[in-house]
Structures are given as structure tokens and as C-alpha cells.
């Protein structure tokens, strides 16, 4: 049985191995990434996502999370835009 301590772990680990990956990117994307997956190991929603799975699907929670992230981001973009173009239609 896993403990609390070995899930969290889990995440730091996997985290962990995808750090080298930011040498295959330029710089910007390379801050981007890092960027990504410092709030993976910060958002606890994601952490209950890394727990779920166990080590042997790690990399894919990983990438879930990053998707999730990345879905979160679009979503306020969009709706920032389109808060600016009501503004925008009501003057």
C-alpha cells in the first residue's frame, strides 16, 4: 500500500525526469516548460491525478496535467477577449 509520502514522490519523480527536456527546446519554450511543470508539482488537483494512476502511468498523468493546465490557460485567454469585446461593443 502506497503512503501519502511515496505518492508525492511519485510526482516529484516524475517531474524530475522531464527536466532534461528542456534542453531540446529554445529558450523561450525551454522557461515555458519549466514554467508547466513547477505548477504540476504545486496544484494539488493534479496531484490527486498523479495518486490516482500510480507509478506505472505516471508520464501520462503528467501529460493530462499538462494538458489540463494548458486548457485552464486558453479558457481565460478566450474569455478575457471576449470580456475586452463587450467593452469594445458597448462604447
Not at 493534479?46 to 495518486?51: H, N, Q, S, T, V
Amino acid at each position: 500500500m502506497s503512503t501519502d509520502r511515496d505518492d508525492e514522490n511519485l510526482v516529484i519523480k516524475e517531474v524530475e525526469s522531464w527536466k532534461g527536456f528542456e534542453y531540446a527546446l529554445r529558450n523561450p519554450n525551454a522557461s515555458l516548460f519549466n514554467k508547466m511543470l513547477k505548477e504540476c508539482l504545486e496544484n494539488e488537483e493534479y496531484e490527486k491525478a498523479f495518486k490516482s494512476k500510480g507509478p506505472q502511468f505516471s508520464a501520462e498523468s503528467l501529460f493530462i496535467a499538462l494538458i489540463f493546465q494548458q486548457q485552464k490557460m486558453i479558457s481565460r485567454l478566450i474569455e478575457s477577449l471576449s470580456l475586452n469585446q463587450n467593452k469594445k461593443d458597448q462604447s
